[in-house]
């Protein structure tokens, strides 16, 4: 007998329907598992007969075809132990066949058939909404991120039991409550307060111009200046996601198998890999392309520290992303693109020994090692942080006797107030939500410059050696500093204070 059971597959951040058919037949008993299947798919084998066995269901001792459709799409992963059993137990006649065609199926199965959560069950519900799919049934554990996909009915069972009795008698069971109506703020409450952090005027203020505009950031200072102690707090000031980003960003989590049962990802992402991370462990990839960590940081902070520790050819991966919002890999059977809208936060030391320009240790690097150390970032990629600055070490009465600087809630709130008139300003662009997104069009519609302003930027140009590139990144610094102040026009107040976070385009 024959059965036939949906299910799905994950290709980049979306998904495709996969069509599991079981045929029971007279023969040898043996299971043949055909299209495509990986290892974990063909390992399923066991883990499937086991199951059946151990959850009170006969294994039908018979010859047994498993063919996963289109047969030209790789797949992957244990998602397909629960469609399997129940092909199994359908087309040997021990459950009931009729709802298999108007519901999804995914989950990974226990020995003793007990449903275990798998990766990507949100794009996978959003794909069934769009085939047209009643209802999805996925364990417990994946319940809560497929009820976000509003207009689908998400049943969570405990195991393989359940299901068939579900099958069986399916208004026994009720769906998962769905998601609740789009909201936008994260409640939760940062840990990390920018009060905790004396003196660094100059680097706070950078701090609020990047979150403000969603600027790329690094802090360049000796060791203990409190370089990481500033990044960390970035967070904490950065406005809270609106329900489309945050559905993006669940996807992606979603995909990389992080939700670990929780529903809608409510806080920013920051993440913050080791320098001895490879080049697809930051961009994405694999034999099966997975999520890296700049995509896992969109609509968030990816905080590089000690950035000239990390290879420069793995850096280099960062050009394309951070230019376009996204990334593209190929393989040899498919292209996926994931997301890649991310804040760049980088630290550095000045030098190799680290001391180079301290008021309290000196320098012991010669003009060549200088040189040498910051061989290791490229132009190209200075060129694309648009906020450059430089921390010094606190003197020693700053740190025994200056107060708390100004608290994160405060600082949010300006930063929310200039986010909101951008939000304004490109309300009828999609690609386009901060000053630090802006193409050439809205540069020049929204950066324009009288006679002092273009006098001053030329003399900049010229004496930095500023690329058109990094010209264009002060302008839309410029922008946001505006912003801040509520300015509806750039001044050259707002243009002289984006220059002198050029730093180090000297350097370079």
């Known amino acids: 007998m024959l059965a036939r059971i949906w299910s799905a597959a994950v290709l980049g951040i979306d998904a495709i329907r996969v069509g599991v058919e079981v045929d029971v037949a007279a023969g040898l008993p043996v299971i043949a598992v055909v299209g495509l299947p990986d290892t974990a798919v063909q390992e399923s084998k066991e883990r499937v007969k086991a199951a059946i066995k151990n959850a009170g269901f006969a294994f039908p001792m018979r010859r047994i075809v498993v063919n996963l459709t289109p047969a030209d799409l790789r797949k992957e992963g244990p998602i397909f132990d629960l469609p399997i059993a129940l092909g199994i137990l359908a087309a040997s006649e021990q459950a009931d066949a009729s709802l298999l065609g108007d519901h999804m199926f995914l989950g990974e199965l226990s020995l003793d058939g007990s449903l275990r959560g798998v990766a990507g069950v949100l794009p996978i519900a959003a794909a069934a909404k769009g085939l047209g799919i009643r209802g999805i049934v996925v364990s417990q554990e994946n319940c809560q991120e497929a009820a976000l996909v509003e207009g689908l009915a998400v049943y969570g069972l405990k195991n393989l039991t359940e299901v068939v009795d579900f099958l069986s008698c399916p208004e026994r069971f009720a769906p998962s409550v769905p998601c609740p109506a789009p909201v936008t ?46 990044a960390r707090r970035l967070p904490g000031i950065l406005p809270p996601m609106t329900f489309a980003e945050a559905l993006e960003v669940t996807r992606i989590h979603s995909v990389a198998g992080l939700l670990k049962g929780r529903g809608l990802v409510g806080d920013r992402p920051f993440r913050s890999p080791h320098h001895s991370a490879s080049g697809p462990s930051l961009v994405g990839g694999g034999g099966f392309p997975r999520p890296g960590e700049i995509s896992l940081a969109s609509h968030g902070v990816l905080f590089l520290d000690e950035l000239t520790e990390f290879k420069r050819e793995v850096l280099e991966f960062l050009r394309q992303p951070l230019e376009d919002g996204y990334v593209s890999i190929s393989r040899t059977r498919q292209s996926v693109t994931f997301p890649a809208q991310f804040m760049l936060v980088a630290s550095t030391n000045p030098c190799a020994c680290g001391y180079f320009g301290d008021a309290i240790q000196p320098c012991t690097c010669s003009p060549r090692k200088r040189e040498q150390y910051w061989a290791r970032l490229s132009g190209p990629l200075m060129d694309r942080i648009d906020l450059q600055v430089a921390v010094q070490r606190l003197k020693p009465e700053e740190m025994t006797r200056s107060p708390g600087g100004e608290g994160s809630a405060a600082v ?49 140009i010229k004496q930095l050696g500023l690329s058109a590139r990094a010209t264009d990144r002060i302008l839309k610094v410029a922008r946001t500093i505006a912003d801040l102040a509520s300015h509806e026009v750039l001044s050259t107040a707002h243009l002289a204070e984006a220059i002198q976070y050029r730093t180090f385009d000297r350097v370079l």
């Open 185 to 230: 703020a994260s409640t939760t409450a940062y840990s990390l307060d920018l009060a905790d952090v004396k003196g660094q005027h100059h680097a706070r203020r950078a701090l609020e111009i990047a979150a403000a505009g969603g600027h790329n950031l690094i802090f360049v200072g000796p060791p203990g200046s409190g370089k990481t102690l500033l």
């Open 412 to 460: 949010r709130q300006r930063v929310q107030a200039a986010r909101q008139i951008q939000q304004q300003r490109f309300a009828a662009l999609k690609q386009v939500n901060c000053n630090a997104q802006m193409q050439a069009a809205q540069l020049r519609e929204w950066c324009a410059l009288d006679d002092p302003s273009r006098l001053l930027l030329e003399r900049a």
